[in-house]
């Protein structure tokens, strides 16, 4: 399988870093404390944006309400960094990009605090780009994300591989018109017909500069 691209855009969580079990640990917080089921919250958390999650679970609060609320589990998630690590493949994926002048940047549902504190701690090397919660106005499963990733890198949204592991991101990936690769296959992986590659982790793949284009190959 070869696939051919101008530019990178990495998901963080799941996909560049394993932060699994401090988004738990902080979601179960939060479901113990507003007394919804914590499989519940869990099942539908993952690579949305926290204040679509919370506006969510608490349809009826008042933005004040909601507002606090994010800022208690984004304290909760900034500060528990126990147990981050780059996922396999990650930093040798991105030092060659570095090496061989291809352009990339990371589009994350996080916050800048959250996210540079677990880029940090997983040891990444710093891209040129973020997208973050505050960079757009509407989060994944939307595509402003990943079209912004796009923007940033110079690039169109078709020339963009995204590397995902999330449905809300695999959604926001395609519908921006990029490639999407899906890391780590699962069951809820949604449009399964549309993405273009599935791999394991990202040791699995192989890249070729040629020109201003990239080919990316799997066994």
């Known amino acids: 399988m070869v696939l051919k691209c101008r530019g990178f855009l990495f998901d963080l969580d799941g996909t560049l870093i394993d932060s699994l079990p401090v988004v738990e640990r ?8 507003m007394g919804i089921d914590r499989d519940e919250v869990l099942n539908y958390v993952h690579g949305t944006p926290a204040i679509l999650s919370l506006r969510h679970f ?10 606090d609320t994010f800022k208690w589990i984004e304290k909760i998630e900034t500060e528990d960094t126990e147990g981050i690590t780059a996922l396999p493949g990650a930093i040798a994926l991105i030092d060659k ?25 997983a040891e990444l090397p710093e891209p040129a780009h973020w997208v973050t919660a505050e960079s757009v106005t509407n989060g994944k499963p939307n595509p402003e994300p990943y079209l912004l990733g796009a923007k940033k890198l110079g690039l169109l949204p078709e020339e963009c591989v995204v590397f995902e592991d999330a449905a809300a991101g695999i959604n926001a990936g395609l519908d921006a018109g ?42």
């Open 26 to 33: 902080a979601w179960i917080q939060f479901a113990d404390k």
């Open 58 to 67: 608490m349809p009826d609060a008042s933005e004040e309400e909601i507002a």
């Open 97 to 121: 990009l570095n090496a061989l002048d291809i352009p990339w940047a990371i589009v994350t549902s996080g916050t800048i605090p959250l996210a540079s504190a677990r880029h940090k701690v």
């Open 178 to 219: 990029c490639q999407v690769v899906v890391v780590h296959d699962s069951p809820d992986i949604p449009r399964r017909n549309e993405i273009h590659l599935t791999i394991n982790n990202l040791e699995d793949i192989e890249i070729v500069k040629s020109g201003s284009y990239v080919s990316i190959y799997t066994d």
